[in-house]
Protein backbone atom coordinates (compact mmCIF):
# COMPACT_ATOMS: atom_id res chain seq x y z
CA UNK A 1 0.00 0.00 0.00
CA UNK A 2 1.65 3.43 -0.93
CA UNK A 3 0.24 6.79 0.21
CA UNK A 4 1.54 9.95 -0.51
CA UNK A 5 0.74 12.87 1.68
CA UNK A 6 -1.30 14.72 -0.75
CA UNK A 7 -3.93 11.82 -1.20
CA UNK A 8 -4.58 11.60 2.62
CA UNK A 9 -8.42 12.60 3.08
CA UNK A 10 -9.16 13.06 -0.91
CA UNK A 11 -11.80 11.12 -2.40
CA UNK A 12 -10.69 9.11 -5.26
CA UNK A 13 -11.33 5.63 -6.94
CA UNK A 14 -10.65 2.92 -4.97
CA UNK A 15 -7.34 0.97 -7.11
CA UNK A 16 -6.55 -2.84 -7.00
CA UNK A 17 -3.11 -3.87 -8.21
CA UNK A 18 -0.62 -6.19 -7.24
CA UNK A 19 0.27 -9.76 -8.88
CA UNK A 20 -2.99 -11.53 -8.15
CA UNK A 21 -5.36 -9.36 -9.88
CA UNK A 22 -7.02 -10.93 -12.50
CA UNK A 23 -6.05 -10.02 -16.82
CA UNK A 24 -9.71 -9.28 -17.21
CA UNK A 25 -13.45 -10.10 -18.08
CA UNK A 26 -13.67 -13.59 -19.23
CA UNK A 27 -14.85 -12.96 -23.23
CA UNK A 28 -15.23 -9.33 -22.59
CA UNK A 29 -12.28 -7.08 -24.26
CA UNK A 30 -14.49 -3.68 -23.93
CA UNK A 31 -15.26 -4.43 -20.09
CA UNK A 32 -12.20 -5.42 -19.67
CA UNK A 33 -10.24 -2.61 -21.52
CA UNK A 34 -12.25 -0.28 -19.18
CA UNK A 35 -11.64 -1.25 -15.81
CA UNK A 36 -7.90 -2.82 -16.42
CA UNK A 37 -4.69 -1.55 -16.70
CA UNK A 38 -0.97 -1.74 -15.62
CA UNK A 39 0.62 -0.23 -13.15
CA UNK A 40 4.08 -0.14 -12.57
CA UNK A 41 4.72 -3.34 -13.86
CA UNK A 42 1.53 -4.66 -11.92
CA UNK A 43 -1.76 -5.79 -13.05
CA UNK A 44 -4.60 -2.58 -11.90
CA UNK A 45 -8.32 -2.90 -11.47
CA UNK A 46 -10.93 0.06 -11.16
CA UNK A 47 -13.27 -0.87 -8.51
CA UNK A 48 -15.56 1.66 -9.26
CA UNK A 49 -15.92 2.49 -5.68
CA UNK A 50 -15.39 5.64 -4.22
CA UNK A 51 -12.70 5.89 -0.64
CA UNK A 52 -9.77 7.89 1.22
CA UNK A 53 -7.26 7.42 3.15
CA UNK A 54 -7.10 8.67 6.79
CA UNK A 55 -3.91 7.61 8.20
CA UNK A 56 -3.55 4.14 6.94
CA UNK A 57 -6.95 3.24 7.48
CA UNK A 58 -8.95 3.28 3.72
CA UNK A 59 -12.47 4.60 4.21
CA UNK A 60 -15.11 3.51 1.65
CA UNK A 61 -17.45 6.22 0.48
CA UNK A 62 -19.74 4.61 -2.02
CA UNK A 63 -19.42 4.22 -5.71
CA UNK A 64 -18.39 6.21 -8.52
CA UNK A 65 -21.02 5.09 -10.60
CA UNK A 66 -24.98 4.85 -9.90
CA UNK A 67 -24.33 1.25 -9.08
CA UNK A 68 -25.91 -0.27 -5.70
CA UNK A 69 -26.10 -3.67 -3.95
CA UNK A 70 -28.91 -4.73 -2.62
CA UNK A 71 -29.75 -8.30 -1.02
CA UNK A 72 -26.49 -9.35 -2.62
CA UNK A 73 -27.69 -7.89 -6.46
CA UNK A 74 -25.52 -5.39 -8.18
CA UNK A 75 -28.26 -3.09 -9.90
CA UNK A 76 -27.38 -0.20 -12.44
CA UNK A 77 -29.27 2.88 -11.00
CA UNK A 78 -29.21 3.93 -14.88
CA UNK A 79 -30.60 1.00 -16.38
CA UNK A 80 -34.10 0.91 -14.06
CA UNK A 81 -34.26 4.80 -14.56
CA UNK A 82 -34.31 3.83 -18.61
CA UNK A 83 -37.54 1.46 -17.94
CA UNK A 84 -38.87 4.15 -15.70
CA UNK A 85 -39.21 6.91 -18.16
CA UNK A 86 -40.80 4.19 -20.45
CA UNK A 87 -43.92 4.12 -17.81
CA UNK A 88 -46.67 5.59 -19.45
CA UNK A 89 -48.25 6.82 -16.03
CA UNK A 90 -45.52 8.70 -15.20
CA UNK A 91 -43.72 11.98 -16.31
CA UNK A 92 -40.34 11.66 -15.06
CA UNK A 93 -38.59 9.39 -12.66
CA UNK A 94 -35.31 7.97 -11.20
CA UNK A 95 -33.89 4.87 -8.73
CA UNK A 96 -32.66 5.90 -5.66
CA UNK A 97 -30.93 4.16 -2.34
CA UNK A 98 -32.51 3.85 0.79
CA UNK A 99 -29.11 3.09 2.97
CA UNK A 100 -29.65 1.85 6.88
CA UNK A 101 -26.97 3.01 9.70
CA UNK A 102 -24.12 0.65 8.38
CA UNK A 103 -24.42 3.26 5.05
CA UNK A 104 -25.69 -0.47 3.19
CA UNK A 105 -28.46 -0.12 0.99
CA UNK A 106 -31.45 -1.15 2.58
CA UNK A 107 -34.15 -0.56 0.01
CA UNK A 108 -34.46 0.73 -3.86
CA UNK A 109 -36.60 3.87 -4.16
CA UNK A 110 -38.35 5.85 -6.88
CA UNK A 111 -39.00 9.29 -6.70
CA UNK A 112 -41.70 10.15 -9.60
CA UNK A 113 -43.18 12.82 -11.38
CA UNK A 114 -47.19 10.88 -12.37
CA UNK A 115 -48.16 12.08 -15.82
CA UNK A 116 -51.31 13.17 -14.59
CA UNK A 117 -53.20 14.78 -10.95
CA UNK A 118 -54.15 11.49 -10.37
CA UNK A 119 -51.22 9.62 -8.46
CA UNK A 120 -50.87 5.61 -10.19
CA UNK A 121 -50.92 3.39 -7.56
CA UNK A 122 -47.60 1.63 -6.18
CA UNK A 123 -49.29 -1.66 -7.63
CA UNK A 124 -49.93 -0.44 -11.13
CA UNK A 125 -45.85 0.96 -11.49
CA UNK A 126 -44.92 -2.25 -9.94
CA UNK A 127 -46.73 -4.15 -12.50
CA UNK A 128 -45.35 -1.81 -14.99
CA UNK A 129 -41.94 -2.33 -14.54
CA UNK A 130 -42.59 -6.19 -14.11
CA UNK A 131 -41.73 -7.57 -17.33
CA UNK A 132 -39.21 -5.40 -17.82
CA UNK A 133 -37.12 -5.79 -14.64
CA UNK A 134 -35.76 -8.60 -12.58
CA UNK A 135 -37.93 -8.64 -9.45
CA UNK A 136 -34.62 -7.38 -7.81
CA UNK A 137 -34.91 -4.54 -9.31
CA UNK A 138 -38.03 -2.86 -9.01
CA UNK A 139 -38.74 -0.13 -6.56
CA UNK A 140 -40.02 -1.69 -3.17
CA UNK A 141 -41.39 1.99 -2.94
CA UNK A 142 -42.60 5.00 -5.11
CA UNK A 143 -42.22 8.73 -3.78
CA UNK A 144 -44.46 11.48 -5.70
CA UNK A 145 -43.39 14.91 -6.48
CA UNK A 146 -44.51 17.95 -8.09
CA UNK A 147 -41.38 17.33 -10.44
CA UNK A 148 -37.62 16.60 -9.87
CA UNK A 149 -34.41 19.05 -8.43
CA UNK A 150 -31.98 19.51 -11.38
CA UNK A 151 -28.51 20.59 -11.05
CA UNK A 152 -26.93 23.36 -13.12
CA UNK A 153 -26.54 21.31 -15.92
CA UNK A 154 -29.90 20.82 -16.42
CA UNK A 155 -30.10 17.18 -15.01
CA UNK A 156 -31.92 15.39 -12.54
CA UNK A 157 -30.04 15.92 -9.20
CA UNK A 158 -29.54 12.50 -8.61
CA UNK A 159 -27.23 12.92 -5.65
CA UNK A 160 -29.98 15.63 -4.10
CA UNK A 161 -32.42 13.25 -4.35
CA UNK A 162 -30.22 9.73 -2.58
CA UNK A 163 -29.33 12.64 0.09
CA UNK A 164 -33.20 13.77 0.87
CA UNK A 165 -34.20 10.21 0.78
CA UNK A 166 -31.69 9.21 3.75
CA UNK A 167 -31.75 12.77 5.45
CA UNK A 168 -33.83 10.76 8.57
CA UNK A 169 -31.83 7.57 8.34
Known sequence: MTIDSASVNEPGEIIIAGFNVSKGYLNN?????????????????CTGDLGYFDHNLLFYKGRVDFQIKLNGYRIELEEV???????????QGVAVPKYDQNHKVSQLLAVVVPKSAQQPSQVA????????????????RFIFRDSLPHN??????????????????
Open 125 to 140: LRQALAGKLMPYMVPQ
Open 29 to 45: PAKTKSAFFETNGLQAY
Open 81 to 91: NHFLSEVTLLK
Open 152 to 169: VNGKVDIKALISEVNAHA
